[in-house]
């Protein structure tokens, strides 16, 4: 039986922290607002800063060398507060992204099982 969803979604709506934040992930540049990685508070996106050995200040990015199809979906995920389970990818793949961007797998949507 799958287990209740135990990730808190924060609702960032009234954060004025709304600068965008530029994600190149495996090659693919993704933006999003900070507001959005904020959302999940105890994961590898909530905690971006310009400190970080991944932030390109030239750039003005942060890279990680990760799965870019894997990573749409984590941050959709982020965007809606729903997790699915890509279907071009094998689930162990995607269960070492999540655990890599700091989600647990008990949030993949039911549907997906």
Request: charged share 25%.
């Amino acid at each position: 039986m799958r287990s209740t969803k135990t990730v808190k979604f924060v609702d960032t709506t009234t954060n004025n922290n709304d600068s965008r934040v530029v994600l190149n992930v495996g090659g693919q540049r993704f933006e999003t607002q900070r507001a959005t990685l904020k959302k999940l508070p105890a994961t590898r996106l909530s905690k971006l800063t310009p400190q970080l050995s991944y932030y390109d200040p030239v750039l003005n990015e942060y890279f990680f060398d990760r799965h870019p199809g894997v990573f749409s979906q984590i941050l959709n995920y982020y965007r809606t507060g729903k997790l699915h389970y890509p279907t071009n990818v094998c689930g162990p793949l995607f269960e070492d992204e999540l655990s890599y961007w700091g989600i647990q797998r008990e949030e993949v949507e039911p549907c997906c099982w």
